[in-house]
Structures are given as structure tokens and as C-alpha cells.
């Protein structure tokens, strides 16, 4: 009913920058606050920033400074731009969303997952 698909991680050295995007798509409603979150090997899946349909933002306090959340409510897409990268930002890349669809002859409110995206900060 709802798909996210995300695009661009990759490789990238320290210090340098990455744009994450997110696009939704489906039988969409509207959709409520978008975030990012991540997840390092043995790690749990923890939120790096968020945005409501309003544009106010939160952002995980390690990457304050450096990364921006940002989305176009028309185009159902959300952007993470990732600036001065460090080695220990490397993690998948998950885009998440909370969103009202329509379900047959009903609406429903659920919250969806893309695929990820890996991000590698090395050098």
C-alpha cells in the first residue's frame, strides 16, 4: 500500500558529505513526521533526525551541526544532508514515516520502513 524507497549512501571518507533521499508512494493520505534512523552492526536502530509536515525538526545530539533533515510535501520526499561524515556514522540508513493511507474504503495510520541504505565513512 505504502512503499519507501531510499537512495544515496555509498562510500565516503571523513570529513566529507553524503544526501540521503527518501521518496514515499502509495495510496497516500498524508503523511505526518518522516525520519531517518540507523543501525550500526550490533547495534540498535536509533533516530538521527525527524521532521513533521509542519518542518519542525529533531536531530540526534551526535549530529547536531552536521547533518540537515529537510522534505517537499508535495514530491512525499525527505532528504538527509550529511556534512564533515566521521568514522563512526557508518551504519544502514533506514528512512521511516508515519502515514495516513487509504485501505479499501478506509483510512488507516501506520508507520513504514524502507529498505535502507548503507553508509560507509572510511578512509
Known amino acids: 500500500q505504502v512503499q519507501l524507497v531510499e537512495s544515496g549512501g555509498g562510500l565516503v571518507q571523513p570529513g566529507g558529505s553524503l544526501r540521503l533521499s527518501c521518496a514515499a508512494s502509495?495510496?497516500?493520505?498524508?503523511?505526518?513526521?518522516m525520519g531517518w534512523y540507523r543501525q550500526a552492526p550490533g547495534k540498535q536502530r536509533d533516530l538521527v533526525a525527524a521532521i513533521t509536515s509542519g518542518g519542525n525538526t529533531n536531530y540526534a545530539d551526535n549530529v547536531k551541526g552536521r547533518f540537515t533533515i529537510s522534505r517537499d510535501n508535495a514530491k512525499k520526499t525527505v532528504h538527509l544532508q550529511m556534512n564533515s561524515l566521521k568514522p563512526e556514522d557508518t551504519a544502514v540508513y533506514y528512512c521511516?514515516?508515519?502515514?495516513?493511507?487509504?485501505?479499501?474504503?478506509?483510512?488507516?495510520?501506520?508507520?513504514?520502513w524502507g529498505q535502507g541504505t548503507q553508509v560507509t565513512v572510511s578512509s
Open positions: 521511516n514515516a508515519d502515514v495516513t493511507h487509504y485501505s479499501g474504503s478506509y483510512m488507516r495510520r501506520n508507520g513504514y
Open positions: 502509495g495510496s497516500i493520505f498524508s503523511i505526518n513526521t
